[in-house]
């Protein structure tokens, strides 16, 4: 009689056992990835007006939350949105002033003009939207990810600073600058590291002339975007 309780027990203890591990199963099935970045990126200028030079790194940072919405039962295709903040900073020789009228004129820093610093830094709240593919599992966060994708960034605020051995001054808020700026990104990687690219589909400014000629420059990004949890 005694094996037979002993048995028993067994068999219900084991049920128990096996429904739990069936329970948790099913939880961390529902698994989401990557819903957390950081970018760390250098601004290359594209079409740039004649005369223009880029000096110094031109760093491009961002941070921000992603929603990770998975398409497939294997969880290894995704849709992504979020939000996040940006502050991107142009290092050159392209020089702003201000007109009595308060309106913006730009021109190429003069060669015999010995300047220090020559800065445009521009904040934005960003608004990306991915297409995902990982090899991820639910017990493991090494995998191997390619996310495409396109993101629109709200200007929030610019100042430009200008500091040479004669003259020093700065500039916020040009409203040359286009407000909105748009544009396709791709990264790749493992873990938590990833190469990015991005490309700006809109000019920076909006409408804007440099000694003559229409200004259209836009941006091209390459840096790392690091993803976690």
Known sequence: MRCCYTL????????????????????????????????????????PPSGLRQQKISPYFAFGILRDMPINKNRTYAIAA????????LNNNLQ???TPDASFNYSMVGNTVHYSKNKTTL???????????????????K????????????LLSSKYVFESD???YSLKNDNNLNKMQYGCY???GYNSLNVYFYYGLNPIFKSSYVDGQHNTMNNFNLGVQFYIL
């Open 96 to 98: 702003v002033t201000q």
């Open 8 to 47: 028993l027990a067994l068999l219900v203890f084991s049920g128990l056992w096996a429904q739990e591990e069936l329970v948790k199963k099913e939880v961390d099935s529902l698994f989401r990835e990557d819903q957390f970045y950081c970018n760390v990126s250098i601004n290359n200028i594209q079409h």
């Open 82 to 89: 979020g939000v996040g903040y940006a502050v991107s900073v």
């Open 143 to 154: 995998f191997w990810r390619i996310y495409t994708g396109f993101k629109i960034s709200y």
């Open 123 to 141: 904040h934005y709240i960003e608004f990306p939207i991915e297409l995902r593919w990982r090899n991820a599992t639910f017990d493991s966060h």
């Open 166 to 168: 004669e003259n020093n």
């Open 186 to 188: 791709i990264a790749s």
